[in-house]
């Protein structure tokens, strides 16, 4: 069964229950108050009758001529409903009530002790009680005007009722089609999402739970669209990264080949570089992807990372020498102990000075910073010319990304570095970011907690 119709069996089955209940109470209620009015109208009419019996006492003195007589006790009760003001006079026509008349000793004086459930009234005169009068009570109305005027109220009530269902069913059907539409919409947007259609867009503009899971729809499909975007991306880099290596290389074995070159040291030394490239590059894409899918191991204890980076920085002398480049380097001598693994941080420190190594032009700068602070420590590796521009200062760390005219592969880098970088960062619970530098380069700042 479709959910628009379960929605509309629900709403029509929810009402029908409220009618019932209403109906039913309403009864109830209608009944219940029709017997009360009538018990008390019978208790009204018996106090006029008690009145007439308190000035028959008053003057004979006692109860003896209504044991004597016993029609004069009717013909009193008669009197009194007759002649009584209208709230006790008898509105509708018929025999009077069963009264029964008792003493102060409550004994049976005159007329009939009726059923029960009964009411006493009291006869008083001068402040003192003389007898009782013995009222007949309803439990329940089963004839008479009042038992007509309850069944037509019943009747009314079921009209009333089968309209109230007819209007919920009528109202019903066209909420059930407006509460199952976003539903219904966002059915066809999954299964477009399902077939590659990542453009798909549901409208958002309710303000219930509905419109909210409609945004995150759209948020889904936009996510989507980019990770499908940045696949296609990533896999048409590689292939460019990878086929670049590859064609020289075959460009050079089959120059040898042919004969035009010969199979000396240096043609072999060239085609020996081109290996050692593409291996970096395979190496770059491995530690890469282990990062992004959690494989990459991490061995983490208190680390000295002053020290560690100190070494590393030592280690690069000779070869920003060479670069014709000058290595500074500003960390403190004391210790500053980070929770991490001693091995990715000195890849990281090692990532980050190669980068500046290779595009950083003869001539220049290049300044490592440590400064620590009381939640952790921050690195910064600043370099001289050339820039980047600001535009591409957020791309810096994507996959395979380069600047074209100032960074580019003519340096030897892979494009991996920096997210290769990024990703070791995150690992140990800190950020990584790019900046313009002062120098007239880039600077790459880099926060570590302690913990």
């Given at each position: 069964m479709r959910i628009q119709f379960k929605i509309f069996l629900a709403i029509l089955g929810s009402s029908a229950v409220l009618v019932a209940t209403v109906m039913l109470l309403a009864q109830w209620s209608v009944a219940r108050g029709m017997l009360d009015y009538v018990n008390n109208r019978q208790l009204q009419r018996a106090r006029a009758v008690s009145a007439e019996?308190?000035?028959?006492?008053?003057?004979?003195?006692?109860?003896?001529?209504?044991?004597?007589?016993?029609?004069?006790?009717?013909?009193?009760?008669?009197?009194?409903?007759?002649?009584?003001?209208?709230?006790?006079?008898?509105?509708?026509?018929?025999?009077?009530?069963?009264?029964?008349?008792?003493?102060?000793?409550?004994?049976?004086?005159?007329?009939?002790?009726?059923?029960?459930?009964?009411?006493?009234?009291?006869?008083?005169?001068?402040?003192?009680?003389?007898?009782?009068?013995?009222?007949?009570?309803?439990?329940?109305?089963?004839?008479?005007?009042?038992?007509?005027?309850?069944?037509?109220?019943?009747?009314?009530?079921?009209?009333?009722?089968?309209?109230?269902?007819?209007?919920?069913?009528?109202?019903?059907?066209?909420?059930?089609?407006?509460?199952?539409?976003?539903?219904?919409e966002l059915t066809h947007g999954t299964h477009q999402l399902t077939q590659g259609n990542y453009a798909v867009k549901l409208t958002a503009e309710r303000s219930d739970e509905l419109g909210a899971l409609a945004r995150d729809f759209?948020?889904?499909?936009?996510?989507?669209?980019?990770?499908?975007?940045?696949?296609?991306?990533?896999?048409?880099?590689?292939?460019?990264?990878?086929?670049?290596?590859?064609?020289?290389?075959?460009?050079?074995?089959?120059?040898?080949?042919?004969?035009?070159?010969?199979?000396?040291?240096?043609?072999?030394?060239?085609?020996?570089?081109?290996?050692?490239?593409?291996?970096?590059?395979?190496?770059?894409?491995?530690?890469?992807?282990?990062?992004?899918?959690?494989?990459?191991?991490?061995?983490?204890?208190?680390?000295?990372?002053?020290?560690?980076?100190?070494?590393?920085?030592?280690?690069?002398?000779?070869?920003?020498?060479?670069?014709?480049?000058?290595?500074?380097?500003?960390?403190?001598?004391?210790?500053?102990?980070?929770?991490?693994?001693?091995?990715?941080?000195?890849?990281l420190l090692d990532n980050l000075l190669d980068n500046s190594r290779k595009y950083t032009q003869r001539g220049g700068t290049v300044n490592v910073i440590a400064n620590p602070f009381p939640e952790g420590v921050e690195l910064l590796i600043e370099d001289s010319a050339p820039g980047v521009p600001n535009d591409a200062l957020p791309k810096l760390f994507d996959h395979l990304f380069r600047v074209d005219d100032s960074r580019n592969r003519a340096s030897g880098g892979s494009g991996l570095g920096l997210a290769i970088c990024q990703r070791i960062v995150t690992a140990h619970n800190g950020n990584i970011s790019a900046a313009a530098s002062t120098l007239g380069g880039l600077v790459i700042r880099v926060f570590l907690p302690y913990r």
């Open positions: 019996l308190a000035d028959f006492y008053h003057e004979f003195n006692s109860w003896e001529r209504l044991q004597m007589e016993p029609r004069l006790f009717r013909r009193i009760v008669l009197n009194a409903l007759d002649s009584g003001p209208p709230p006790q006079r008898s509105a509708l026509p018929g025999p009077p009530p069963p009264l029964a008349l008792l003493d102060q000793q409550h004994r049976l004086i005159a007329g009939l002790v009726p059923h029960p459930p009964t009411a006493i009234v009291p006869i008083e005169l001068d402040g003192n009680t003389i007898g009782w009068l013995v009222v007949p009570q309803m439990h329940e109305i089963r004839t008479g005007f009042e038992e007509q005027f309850l069944r037509r109220q019943r009747w009314t009530l079921l009209v009333i009722g089968t309209a109230l269902f007819a209007v919920a069913a009528l109202m019903g059907l066209p909420l059930a089609r407006h509460l199952v539409k976003p539903i219904r759209n948020e889904l499909a936009l996510t989507l669209a980019e990770n499908d975007s940045s696949r296609k991306r990533w896999l048409a880099d590689i292939s460019h990264e990878l086929r670049t290596p590859l064609a020289i290389l075959r460009g050079e074995l089959e120059a040898i080949l042919d004969g035009v070159r010969q199979a000396d040291t240096n043609n072999l030394l060239s085609i020996h570089q081109e290996v050692q490239h593409l291996s970096r590059l395979v190496d770059d894409l491995h530690a890469l992807t282990t990062a992004d899918i959690g494989g990459l191991q991490y061995r983490k204890s208190e680390s000295d990372v002053a020290e560690l980076w100190r070494d590393q920085c030592d280690a690069h002398q000779q070869r920003f020498h060479e670069a014709g480049l000058e290595l500074n380097v500003q960390i403190p001598a004391r210790e500053i102990e980070v929770y991490g693994d001693d091995d990715r941080l000195r890849q």
